[in-house]
């Protein structure tokens, strides 16, 4: 089975064609660094002007890159459910158009859902149930996942996500955007522990995650130190991501032991961090725990996780109709309920 | 030829399929969401005719000004099935299209929409041409500057709302609605820029008179 999927949650445009759900026959995605980056993040605006110039030339380089064409194709599967609303509505609307065109059925999938499969799509070995630590630049969960489809949100982030608070300290420190990858490298070449920063969170109760108050430490850390930050900027970066992976590993370990789970997975932009592919890797293979990672180019957004997880949704039955409208978040796991709602609505 | 247009500049969203310079089914409907009303609309006029999306030898949308949301999912819609269907797929500038429907054979019209409060889209036409000719590119004018940038033009037409700018005197000023167009209008008037040599490849279909940032709405959290 061929599915195309879309994504256009945040600033990727992006498109995929998937065969049975784990073979990526093309996985394009069109970047928008050159229209974000002076801005030093998002602007929701410019995003949705972008994918909406470039939606079809994404969409022809993925089904020219498998070798298909749209006849070819068994469904069409989009992200209608978190991100960026303009974007997600040019997303969802090219999608329509196709499936339209082509008589297709078409998916919703929620992009949440798409990263976690993100992991199955990287190591076809993960087995359910497995914990997914999902933690990027609009989300940070902790979630159970029982099958596909079934999903448990065990703890997630009261303020910031993680992947945000990256983006936010790599702003003060100047040094561009996306901050993740920039901090990443700047840690490198830094000391971890040369400034004591809080590691919020980790040892109350609860799975819970809260990154807000790390980034007003590093804000003061900043003031503090003045002129010479430019003299400590290493250090800074290796100390904020050595607070923020502190935290991402001391709460993963944690639900894996209280849970008595044996399978974790990591997903989302923060999951290439290298410090926390290498710390979780050690603290749980250390305890028996087996750990998956989603692969560096399936940790951002991208199109193979949403045609991925779609596939199995099309083998029971399970397709949208033009009805399907786009929302910035909706509960994660809840599709029957979501468009129920959604025909009550449109009944009345 | 079969052709289907879309006009989603307002809230009254239009759809028109014609086959052969005659229109065979002509929708509009209120769209409480522009994302699952556009398509369905789309769907009901070609089920209506019992008309295949391949069977389509032209699509087109209106590009603007109007309704950000509404012309960002039409022109979206209309480039992914040209796309999908290997099709042609023409941009239909709105206020060219007021300007001939509600002007005809006139050499100088003004036509005027609120972009956003205090700020007008301001363009003049020669509709007495074939195709008619923009005499001048559409700008953005200072709602209060407008009655002074209006030229010796024979008509001036205000469109979408009935709060005219100030100091315009309703004696000059025409006050029309995007979707009152006469039935027929936006499919002939694809075919005629279609046989006029625009540029008709899905891909280059986008949204124009977009207010330049960053006097447009403010970033909203993911």
């Not at chain 1, 229209?35 to 022809?60: D, K, N, Q, S």
């Not at chain 1, 790390?214 to 503090?224: C, D, G, N, P």
């Not at chain 2, 200072?142 to 005219?164: F, Q, Y």
Request: aromatic share 6%; net charge neutral.
């Amino acid at each position: 089975m061929l599915v195309l999927g879309i994504e256009t949650a945040c600033d990727d445009c992006a498109a995929s064609i998937v065969r049975d759900g784990t073979d990526i026959l093309s996985n394009v995605v069109w970047g928008q660094k050159d229209v974000h980056e002076r801005f030093g993040g998002v602007i929701p605006e410019l995003a949705a002007r972008r994918h909406t110039e470039v939606i079809t030339r994404v969409i022809e380089a993925a089904l020219n890159n498998a070798g298909v064409t749209v006849d070819a194709l068994d469904a069409i599967a989009v992200n209608n459910q978190h991100g960026l609303l303009r974007s997600v509505v040019v997303g969802v609307t090219a999608a329509k158009g196709v499936s339209l065109a082509t008589r297709k059925p078409l998916i919703g999938i929620h992009h949440i859902e798409g990263h976690i499969y993100s992991a199955i799509l990287s190591d076809q070995s993960v087995e359910f149930p497995h914990i997914c630590l999902a933690v990027a630049g609009g989300h940070n969960l902790l979630v159970l996942v029982k099958s596909i489809g079934d999903y448990q949100i065990i703890g997630r982030s009261l303020d910031d996500a993680a992947g945000e608070a990256f983006d936010k300290v790599a702003k003060e420190l100047g040094l561009g955007f996306p901050g993740g990858p920039q901090i990443d490298k700047l840690a490198a070449e830094g000391n971890p522990v040369r400034f004591p920063l809080p590691r919020p969170l980790l040892n109350k109760p609860g799975y819970d995650f809260s990154f807000s108050g790390l980034k007003t430490a590093i804000r003061e850390l900043l003031t503090k130190l003045g002129e010479e930050v430019s003299r400590s900027q290493a250090d800074i970066a290796a100390s904020f991501q050595r607070a923020v992976v502190d935290v991402l590993v001391g709460k993963t370990v944690k639900v894996a032991s209280d849970l008595g789970i044996s399978q974790i997975t990591v997903v989302g932009g923060v999951a290439a961090n290298s410090e926390l592919r290498t710390r979780l890797s050690t603290e749980l293979k250390s305890r028996g725990i087996r750990v998956a990672f989603a692969r560096r180019d399936l940790c951002t957004d991208n199109a193979a996780m949403i045609a991925g997880v779609a596939y199995h949704y099309a083998s029971a039955g399970q397709f949208s109709d033009m009805t399907l409208d786009a929302y910035p978040s909706a509960p994660l796991g809840q599709r029957k309920e979501l468009y129920k709602r959604q025909s009550e609505r449109l009944r009345s | 030829m079969i052709v289907l247009s879309i006009n989603s500049a307002s809230q009254f969203v239009t759809c028109e399929l014609s086959d052969d310079h005659k229109v065979i089914v002509h929708k509009r409907l209120k769209a409480q969401s522009f994302v699952s009303g556009l398509p369905r609309l789309i769907e009901d006029a070609l089920t209506s005719a019992a008309i295949e999306p391949t069977q389509v030898s032209l699509w087109s949308a209106v590009t603007g000004p109007g309704s950000w949301t509404g012309i960002r999912v039409g022109t979206t819609l209309i480039k992914a099935i040209g796309f999908a269907t290997s099709r042609p797929t023409v941009g239909l500038p709105l206020f060219d299209l007021v300007a001939a429907a509600f002007a005809p054979r006139t050499p100088m019209v003004d036509v005027m929409s609120l972009a956003r409060p205090g700020l007008v889209f301001f363009g003049t036409f020669d509709t007495s041409l074939s195709p008619p000719k923009t005499l001048s590119q559409i700008r953005l004018v200072e709602e209060s500057n407008v009655a002074r940038v209006l030229g010796s033009s024979s008509r001036t037409i205000w469109m979408g709302s009935d709060s005219r700018p100030e100091g315009v005197s309703p004696d000059i000023c025409e006050v029309v609605s995007s979707s009152d167009l006469p039935s027929g209008w936006l499919t002939a008037s694809a075919v005629q820029y279609l046989e006029s040599g625009v540029p008709h490849e899905p891909h280059v279909l986008v949204p124009e008179y977009h207010m330049p940032f960053p006097a447009e709405p403010s970033s909203q959290e993911r």
